[in-house]
Structures are given as structure tokens and as C-alpha cells.
């Protein structure tokens, strides 16, 4: 609690003998400040964390106020909000240890305490995101791909191993154990903090941020949380409000029931369209009515994990009954739960709430039916028996067949045809247009459900025993998102039948959710370039961007674990699995997937007999403990990092080397020139890849220089802890298209006046060395996807200096002013093309000379090669008095270190 109680809200709750403090909600109402049940639950766990945190300073009274002040028609009024703790993933986490270090080595080198950088609150990092798929199909590939992922990682995670001896806030999930959004849901999420402060014991609503765009699965449980970039999160943990708008709350409400055959997946993927539609990008989603009680928690969070596909900022449920039975299953202390009700009850926040919303939206859960999404957005859904049309359909549009489905000019092979390959083994195969190659269980939003997870092992079984198998081109994988699903799969047999079918256990880690497929064989590769062969993987994950499953597939598939072990045991995705035989049994007999589909009583039995209370316990005991392998890790030590300068993984950036005291402020932007002009939609990936690269790029001839192979070379995720390589690999996705280069794709650039055409950060090199600012120029939401902080990071180590887009995705807008580049927003119906404008001109800013405000307005104007100059106006997406300031400081953590440094 602050220093000051402005409303008296402070009062105790006696339980088991202990006396709680807790800021008391219901005062506000007493106060006339609101009517507590006609604000969204969401809002009121906002408003408590603003209640329990005013110290007059960072927050004020007028703050509580403002939050309080909710209404359909949000008032413009923003919010600071400091969240209860923090979650990490290692991706984005090496990089946030990283820049704390770099905080530490700056206030060092000023001859500082340099402990003053320290987590202010609970932070957690979950070592996930780097495992690949080296190894699949027998019982080591677990043990071979973890072998290999320490081999690629050790630099990194001994960076991890420092800050955990470096910071007492900071704990760390081995690698091995688990993916960062189940084991936040099966085991860090406590719904309720009990936490010790100044002597006092208290209960606070569990609120995090994570660094990563997964985070409101959380919401499951009726916990508010969301995702930031990384330069958000460090500032919440270095105990800087996140300050934000008050948002929106759009309520969902649900009714009915889910039909026989269909799952949690069909459910959220049905969902994701439907938001996707009403638009909640920058609301909160929550859900209620009827519907929500037949949706057991698990469910729950397979459809908040897809907030960010759906486009909002958290997509949440109530705590209820169930909330607390799930809770008992996945091990958590009686006596917590207890506490979590009594607290709930007190704040009037448990159970079933019917509030005021901004909008409302009615969504039956009995119309949901068997469905994919693809082939590259998570929102386009395509119900499963329309498979067989869409991807003909889709070919044609591509211009890789013709209507009739025979082969445009420049592919030779038709829809249907196959082409001989020979694998390393010399097994022989034949692939075609629509080949799965990749078939993979992977994804916190199905492998944190265990209805989902068993159905998968029953039709595994149901196939076996019909005698059908998988290709030998599919690459089969299952990486569970925790060691407790191993467990409920071994209790019920089903893990042998998955085994037998390819699927044995890859690794515990995010796999080819986030890109890490692994390598496929060079002979699929060769077939696929000399055919130009669309190829395509299915996957129960929840992003399938374009070239991030694997460069060399073109169309890739969301759907539900059971239905990817079936596309991989039809191994192709132009069928209409409703009619079509999957396979043939050892007769020759056709199957069908009704076939072989899980019967309902039989999962619903298997996941009530095989998942229970002690698995969780016996999983959880150990989480931060790690193998053998973790053990021996030799990490340096210390509170302030010796940096290698030999190192290719960990390296010093350059943000606070050299650090003024003083802040630089803002300027006009004057004889800019644009790197790139970009379509709608081009997303954290394209700007920030995190997948493999080659040596022919930027990125990798920088490695090479320095004697790294290119099998060493790992990916870009897993070289964040390195600018050098980061800064080559932004704008460098090989889909990327800048529109000034003709339709073509990846990285490239064209350098003005000179009009060489060459790669994005050769050309920004060469801006940087004759002190040309840069702009980047971009079509509607600009930054979709995942929270990359290196996104907005790499854009400011090029040299650019704003970015104008039609619209932008929040968290790379947040991340942008985070690092001090000035996102800007075309007018509406305004951008580049429709301007005449095409990225030759030289451009100019005006309107920042007398300082920047909230949503300035600003001119500017583009110098065509002929002389003649197009003027428009922008509105600068700066909408907070912090992030004016984060502009002024050149960033979020400048200002941080600027007022630790200069604080008496
Ligand atoms: S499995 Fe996918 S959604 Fe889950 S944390 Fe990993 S990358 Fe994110």
C-alpha cells in the first residue's frame, strides 16, 4: 500500500488466525465514487491496484478518481497501474537481463551502487522458447534436442543463471520443465497474492504484465494480464507504473453449449474470427452468461491465450466454482483457496458478475463446428469439411495453378500431382501441392488442455489399431507445455500410441509455435524449390504468419491436437476430412475420421481418471531446480556483469553507454529519408524474425567474420542478448516486401539518391554514416504479432527516427515510444500510396521544435526528385504524459536511469 490511504479503503480481513490488510473496494462505492457492479470485474482489479498504490506521487488520489470514473463511454482518462508481478520468457527475457545488466554496468561506471537496478516486484522467467526440433519420431529425441539446445544456448542461459544470483526478485524456470502460459496457469498464477510488506501481511489480486503477447491466457483463471515489449516490462519491474488508457471492456456473452465432435479449439478459433470482426483491438474482452459454466478452466484458457489473435488486450473469465476446482486439481493449497474466495467475496468479485459494458456481443456456443485457420492468418477460419475447396481455391489465387487446376506457367506441377523423393534414409516418398510436412502438438493453448491433449492420444489409438500410419514425410512432434501432461498421458496409456504414430516427446518448450520446427530434410527442400511445391504444415498453435513454421512452407494450419495428428496421418490438407477417407486399413479398407474419432464419454472418463492433484504437486516440487545439466552450468557471478567482448550471444548494446544526464528532448526531423514503404499488416516478424537465418544475410556474414559456422548460427531469438546481430536482422524477414523494390522480397533496400539496391541494413549503415534520419512508412496494423521489444529496439538502432503507419498493433506501438522512435498515424484514409508518394521523396517533420505533446498533430512534407512536395498531416500516437516523456528521454529506461542517476 502507499504511503497514503486518501479514501480510508484500508481494512483487515481475519482468516485462520492470520489478520490481512486489503484496499477495500467498496468504499469507492460508499464515497460515491462508483457502483462497483456496473464496472467490468477487470476495471475493478484495476482500479484496486491504483487504490492500494497511491503514494501521492506516482499516483494520486485524482488517479483513483479517474479509474473509478468508468463508463461504457470510457472517459479519456488514463490509468498508472502497477502490476503485482512479472513474467518472462527467455526470448524476450535474455534481452531484458541484458539491458538490466547494461543499467547496472551505466550507473557502475558513474560510480553508483549499481544494486539501486533492481525488480521491485516478483519476476519469473521461463526458459521456453529456445528448443528446435532437431531430433522427432523415437523415444531420444527429447534428450538430443536438449542436448543441443544447451549446446546453441549456453552464453544466454548462463546470463540467465547470473541475474538469478544477481537480482532477489528474480527466479528462474529451467529449461526442460515447461512452457511460460501453462506453468504461469498450472502453478505461478495465485488468483491472490498474500504478500508481506513493512511487517504487514496483505491480500492482493494476482496482476502481472509478460513478455509475451500470450500472457491474458491467464485470464482463464480471472487474472488481468497482458502482454508488453520488454522495455514495458523492465520499467514495471524497475517500479514504473505502466500507464495506460483507461480501456475499453467489450463483454462476450456465451450461452449454450459445445456440440458433440467439436473442441476447445474449434471454440477459440471460432471466437478469434468473431472478435476479430467486432474489433477489440485496445479493449478488454471478458466473458460471461450462461455458457461460461459449461466451459470447464482449462477451455477457459485456450480461449484467453488467443487474445491477441482475437486482437485484444486481455480476453478474461470470472473466478467461480470451477475456477476454484482447478485450482485444487493443479495442486494449489487448500487453505490459498480458501483465502481466494474469501478475499473474491469481500471485493464483491467471485462468481457470475453481469456489469455495464462498452459493447456487448452474443456468441452460442453450440454453433462452433470442426475448424482450421489458414493458411497465414489465425483469424481466417475455414470450417474442416470446406478443406478440400479452400486449398485449390487458394492455389489459383496464388497464381500456382489455374482454374481448371492445371499448373500456371511458372510451376509444372498440377493440384494432385507428385513428385519422387528420396530421404536420407532412403525411404521413398511422393509429395505435391498441399504435402503436410509439418504435423505438430505444440502450443501452451492446447497442451495446458487436458481434453484436447487425450483426445489427441485416443485417435492416436483409434488409428493404430485401424492400422493407419503417418507418412514418412510429416515431421511429428508433441512438445507438451509441461511435464504434468507426460504424466496424465503415460497414467493413461495413450503416450505409446502417440509414440507409435511419430509423436514422442520433442522437448518442453515452445517448438513450432514459435517457429522452431527445426531443419526439414534436404530433399523435401530441393523438391519443394525445383516445384515450386506449396507445401504446408498443421500445427495446434496459435500464430501461423507467413515463414514462421519453416521458410519453405507456404500455407500453414491451426487446429486442435486431434485434428493435427489426423492431417498428419492424411498427410496432405486438400482433403474434406467429413467425406474423404483419411487412409485405408491393413484390408484395404477405406477409414474415415469418424472412424477414429475419440468417443465423448470415453475422453470425458479418461480425462477424469488420468489427471489429478498429485501430478501437479509432484511436477511443481522441483520447477526452479532443473537437471543435471542446469546444475552444472558454470555462470559468472557478481552484481555486475563482466561482459565478453568476444561473445556472439551476450553483448553490452550501446543504449546507455555514454550516458548524458541531461535529456536530449525533441526536434523536427529534418531530410529524412524513407528505407522502406510496406503494405497492411506486416507484423513483428517481418520487422523482427526469430527463426533461423543464413550466411548470405547481414546477420550472418557478421557471424561468420568472427569464425561462427552457419549450423552455429542458431536463431534470431536466440540472439537477442546481441545487438550486432539483432540490429542485421531488422526488416529482414525473407517475405518482407518494400514497395520500393518492385515485388521483391526480403531485406532489401534501395540507398538515395544513390539508387543501389542492397540489403536494409547496409543501406541504413549508409544513411547513418552521412547523419541522414530515417522513416519507415507502412499500411494498417503495422506490428501485428507476437510482442517483440527488438522490433521497436532494431527500427532504433537503424537510424530511424518515426515511423508512419495507417494503424498500428499497441505493443509495437508501446514498444516504438519506448525506445524513443515517434510512431505517427497517417489521416483516415490517407497513406502513402494514396498520397502519390513512393518512398524517393525527402521528407521533413515539422511541428516538434516547441516540444511534443499528447497526440500532437504534425506536417510533413515530401520533397519529390522533381522538386514539387507533397505536404500532409500525422497525429502523433504519443497519448500519455509518459510517453511524451519517454520520447523527450529517447526512451522508457533512459528515463529511469536518468532519475535513479540523478536521484539524491
Ligand atoms: S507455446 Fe506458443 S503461445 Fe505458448 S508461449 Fe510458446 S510461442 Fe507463445
Same mark, same amino acid.
Given at each position: 500500500m502507499g504511503e497514503n490511504d486518501p479514501f480510508g479503503a484500508v481494512r483487515e480481513l481475519e482468516h485462520d488466525g492470520t489478520t490481512y490488510k486489503m484496499a477495500d473496494l467498496t468504499v469507492l462505492e460508499e464515497e460515491g465514487l462508483c457502483e462497483l457492479d456496473k464496472l467490468p470485474v477487470s476495471i475493478r482489479i484495476l482500479l484496486e491496484s491504483v487504490l492500494r498504490n497511491v503514494d501521492g506521487k506516482n499516483i494520486t488520489a485524482d488517479d483513483v478518481r479517474n479509474a473509478a470514473s468508468w463508463q461504457p463511454d470510457v472517459p479519456d482518462v488514463e490509468l498508472p497501474f502497477q502490476?503485482?508481478?512479472?513474467?518472462?520468457?527467455?526470448?524476450?527475457?535474455?534481452?531484458?537481463?541484458?539491458?538490466?545488466?547494461?543499467?547496472?554496468?551505466?550507473?557502475?561506471?558513474?560510480?553508483?551502487?549499481?544494486?539501486?537496478?533492481?525488480?521491485?516486484?516478483?519476476?519469473?522467467?521461463?526458459?521456453?522458447? #529456445?528448443?528446435?526440433?532437431?531430433?522427432?519420431?523415437?523415444?531420444?529425441?527429447y534428450e538430443k534436442n536438449v542436448e543441443l539446445e544447451y549446446e546453441r544456448n549456453e552464453e544466454r542461459y548462463r546470463s540467465i543463471k547470473w541475474a538469478q544470483q544477481a537480482f532477489e526478485n528474480f527466479e528462474v524456470v529451467p529449461p526442460g520443465t515447461g512452457i511460460v502460459h501453462q506453468v504461469n496457469l498450472e502453478h505461478l498464477g495465485r488468483v491472490v497474492h498474500e504478500r508481506e510488506e513493512d511487517g504487514d501481511e496483505w491480500l492482493v489480486p494476482d496482476t502481472l504484465v509478460g513478455t509475451?503477447?500470450?500472457?491474458?491466457?491467464?485470464?482463464?483463471?480471472?487474472?488481468?494480464?497482458?502482454?508488453?515489449?520488454?522495455?514495458?516490462?523492465?520499467?514495471?519491474?524497475?517500479?514504473?507504473?505502466?500507464?495506460?488508457?483507461?480501456?475499453?471492456?467489450?463483454?462476450?456473452?456465451?450461452?449454450?453449449?459445445?456440440?458433440?465432435?467439436?473442441?476447445?479449439?474449434?471454440?477459440?478459433?471460432?471466437?478469434?474470427? *468473431?472478435?476479430?470482426?467486432?474489433?477489440?483491438?485496445?479493449?478488454?474482452?471478458?466473458?460471461?452468461?450462461?455458457?461460461?459454466?459449461?466451459?470447464?478452466? =482449462?477451455?477457459?484458457a485456450t480461449i484467453s491465450n488467443m487474445a491477441p489473435e482475437q486482437g485484444s488486450t486481455i480476453s478474461m473469465f470470472p473466478v467461480d466454482d470451477k475456477t476454484l476446482e482447478y485450482l485444487e486439481l493443479t495442486g494449489r493449497d487448500q487453505d490459498h483457496i480458501e483465502l481466494v474466495k474469501e478475499y473474491l467475496d469481500a471485493q464483491g468479485l467471485f462468481g457470475e458478475q453481469e456489469p455495464e459494458y462498452t459493447e456487448t456481443v452474443d456468441f452460442d456456443l453450440s454453433t462452433v463446428e470442426p475448424s482450421l485457420a489458414g493458411h497465414k492468418k489465425p483469424h481466417s477460419r475455414i470450417p474442416m469439411g470446406d478443406l478440400d475447396e479452400h486449398f485449390p481455391n487458394l492455389l489459383e489465387d496464388q497464381g500456382v495453378v489455374q482454374a481448371d487446376g492445371a499448373a500456371e506457367v511458372k510451376h509444372d506441377l498440377e493440384l494432385g500431382d507428385k513428385v519422387p523423393v528420396t530421404l536420407d534414409d532412403g525411404t521413398e516418398v511422393e509429395i505435391g501441392h498441399g504435402s503436410v510436412l509439418v504435423s505438430a502438438i505444440t502450443s501452451c493453448t492446447n497442451t495446458s488442455n487436458p481434453s484436447v491433449m487425450l483426445a489427441a492420444g485416443l485417435l492416436a489409438r483409434n488409428a493404430v489399431e485401424k492400422g493407419l500410419d503417418v507418412p514418412d514425410y510429416v515431421k511429428t512432434s508433441l512438445a507438451p507445455g509441461s511435464r504434468v501432461v507426460t504424466a496424465y498421458l503415460e497414467e493413461s496409456g495413450l503416450m505409446d500410441d502417440l509414440e507409435e504414430l511419430g509423436y514422442s516427446v520433442v522437448g518442453y518448450g515452445c517448438t513450432t509455435c514459435i517457429g522452431n520446427s527445426g531443419p526439414l530434410q534436404d530433399p523435401i527442400k530441393d523438391a519443394i524449390d525445383e516445384h515450386d511445391l506449396w507445401a504446408t504444415s498443421v500445427l495446434s498453435g496459435n500464430r501461423n504468419f507467413e515463414a514462421r513454421i519453416h521458410p519453405?512452407?507456404?500455407?500453414?494450419?491451426?487446429?486442435?491436437?486431434?485434428?493435427?495428428?489426423?492431417?498428419?496421418?492424411?498427410?496432405?490438407?486438400?482433403?474434406?476430412?467429413?467425406?474423404?477417407?483419411?487412409?485405408?486399413?491393413?484390408?484395404?479398407?477405406?477409414?474415415?475420421?469418424?472412424?477414429?474419432?475419440?468417443?465423448?464419454?470415453?475422453?470425458?472418463?479418461?480425462?477424469?481418471?488420468?489427471?489429478?492433484?498429485?501430478?501437479?504437486?509432484?511436477?511443481?516440487?522441483?520447477?526452479?531446480?532443473?537437471?543435471?545439466?542446469?546444475?552444472?552450468?558454470? =555462470?559468472?557471478?557478481?552484481?555486475v556483469y563482466d561482459w565478453d567482448d568476444e561473445s556472439t550471444y551476450i553483448r553490452e548494446?550501446?543504449?546507455?553507454?555514454?550516458?548524458?544526464?541531461?535529456?536530449?528532448?525533441?526536434?523536427?526531423?529534418?531530410?529524412?529519408?524513407?528505407?522502406?514503404?510496406?503494405?497492411?499488416?506486416?507484423?513483428?516478424?517481418?520487422? #523482427?524474425?526469430?527463426?533461423?537465418? %543464413?550466411?548470405?544475410?547481414?546477420?550472418?556474414?557478421?557471424?561468420?567474420?568472427?569464425?561462427?559456422?552457419?549450423?552455429?548460427?542458431?536463431?534470431? %531469438? #536466440?540472439?537477442?542478448?546481441?545487438?550486432?546481430?539483432?540490429?542485421?536482422?531488422?526488416?529482414?524477414?525473407?517475405?518482407?516486401?518494400?514497395?520500393?523494390?518492385?515485388? *521483391?522480397?526480403?531485406?532489401?533496400?534501395?540507398?538515395?539518391?544513390?539508387?543501389?539496391?542492397?540489403?536494409?541494413?547496409?543501406? #541504413?549503415?549508409?544513411?547513418?554514416?552521412?547523419?541522414?534520419?530515417?522513416?519507415?512508412?507502412?499500411?494498417?496494423?503495422?506490428?501485428?504479432?507476437?510482442?517483440?521489444?527488438?522490433? =521497436?529496439?532494431?527500427?532504433?538502432?537503424?537510424?530511424?527516427?518515426?515511423?508512419? =503507419?495507417?494503424?498500428?498493433?499497441?505493443?509495437?506501438?508501446?514498444?516504438?515510444?519506448?525506445?524513443?522512435?515517434?510512431?505517427?498515424?497517417?489521416?483516415?484514409g490517407e497513406g502513402w500510396e494514396e498520397l502519390g508518394l513512393d518512398g524517393t521523396e525527402v521528407y521533413s517533420i515539422e511541428g516538434l521544435d516547441d516540444g511534443l505533446e499528447m497526440n500532437d498533430e504534425l506536417t510533413v512534407v515530401a520533397e519529390h526528385e522533381d522538386g514539387e512536395t507533397t505536404e500532409f498531416n500525422v497525429t502523433a500516437q504519443v497519448s500519455t504524459p509518459a510517453a511524451v516523456e519517454y520520447i523527450e528521454n529517447g526512451g522508457v529506461l533512459h528515463k529511469v536511469l536518468r532519475e535513479l542517476l540523478t536521484e539524491e
Open positions: 502490476p503485482s508481478r512479472v513474467v518472462l520468457q527467455d526470448l524476450t527475457g535474455v534481452p531484458a537481463v541484458v539491458d538490466l545488466a547494461a543499467l547496472r554496468s551505466a550507473v557502475d561506471r558513474k560510480d553508483r551502487d549499481p544494486s539501486i537496478v533492481e525488480p521491485e516486484i516478483p519476476c519469473d522467467l521461463v526458459i521456453d522458447h #529456445s528448443v528446435q526440433v532437431d531430433y522427432f519420431g523415437d523415444e531420444d529425441a509475451d503477447s500470450h500472457t491474458p491466457m491467464i485470464g482463464g483463471i480471472g487474472v488481468v494480464g497482458w502482454g508488453v515489449g520488454g522495455i514495458e516490462a523492465e520499467a514495471a519491474m524497475l517500479g514504473q507504473p505502466i500507464t495506460m488508457g483507461l480501456p475499453e471492456v467489450v463483454g462476450v456473452r456465451l450461452e449454450g453449449d459445445l456440440p458433440e465432435g467439436a473442441t476447445a479449439t474449434d471454440l477459440v478459433l471460432h471466437l478469434t474470427e *468473431k472478435l476479430r470482426q467486432v474489433g477489440v483491438v485496445d479493449r478488454f474482452v471478458e466473458f460471461y452468461g450462461p455458457g461460461v459454466e459449461n466451459l470447464t478452466v =482449462a477451455d477457459r519453405k512452407i507456404a500455407a500453414n494450419y491451426l487446429a486442435s491436437p486431434p485434428l493435427v495428428v489426423a492431417y498428419g496421418l492424411a498427410g496432405r490438407m486438400d482433403i474434406d476430412l467429413e467425406e474423404d477417407p483419411i487412409g485405408h486399413d491393413d484390408e484395404g479398407n477405406p477409414v474415415f475420421l469418424e472412424d477414429i474419432w475419440p468417443d465423448t464419454e470415453e475422453l470425458h472418463d479418461m480425462v477424469h481418471n488420468s489427471v489429478s492433484p498429485e501430478m501437479f504437486e509432484e511436477k511443481y516440487a522441483s520447477v526452479y531446480e532443473g537437471d543435471e545439466r542446469w546444475e552444472a552450468l558454470e =555462470a559468472p557471478t557478481g552484481d548494446p550501446p543504449f546507455f553507454q555514454d550516458f548524458p544526464l541531461e535529456e536530449p528532448g525533441v526536434e523536427d526531423i529534418a531530410n529524412a529519408r524513407c528505407l522502406m514503404t510496406l503494405g497492411d499488416t506486416v507484423t513483428t516478424d517481418h520487422i #523482427s524474425p526469430a527463426g533461423p537465418f %543464413g550466411e548470405d544475410l547481414p546477420a550472418g556474414q557478421w557471424l561468420k567474420e568472427r569464425g561462427v559456422e552457419p549450423h552455429e548460427f542458431n536463431t534470431y %531469438g #536466440s540472439r537477442r542478448g546481441n545487438h550486432e546481430v539483432m540490429m542485421r536482422g531488422t526488416f529482414a524477414n525473407v517475405r518482407i516486401e518494400n514497395e520500393m523494390l518492385d515485388g *521483391k522480397t526480403g531485406g532489401y533496400a534501395k540507398h538515395l539518391p544513390s539508387g543501389e539496391e542492397t540489403t536494409v541494413f547496409e543501406a #541504413s549503415g549508409r544513411y547513418r554514416d552521412d547523419d541522414t534520419p530515417l522513416i519507415v512508412m507502412s499500411g494498417i496494423e503495422f506490428g501485428t504479432g507476437s510482442s517483440r521489444d527488438w522490433a =521497436a529496439k532494431g527500427t532504433d538502432l537503424l537510424g530511424i527516427r518515426a515511423t508512419i =503507419a495507417k494503424s498500428y498493433e499497441r505493443i509495437y506501438r508501446d514498444n516504438l515510444l519506448g525506445m524513443g522512435v515517434l510512431p505517427l498515424q497517417f489521416e483516415d
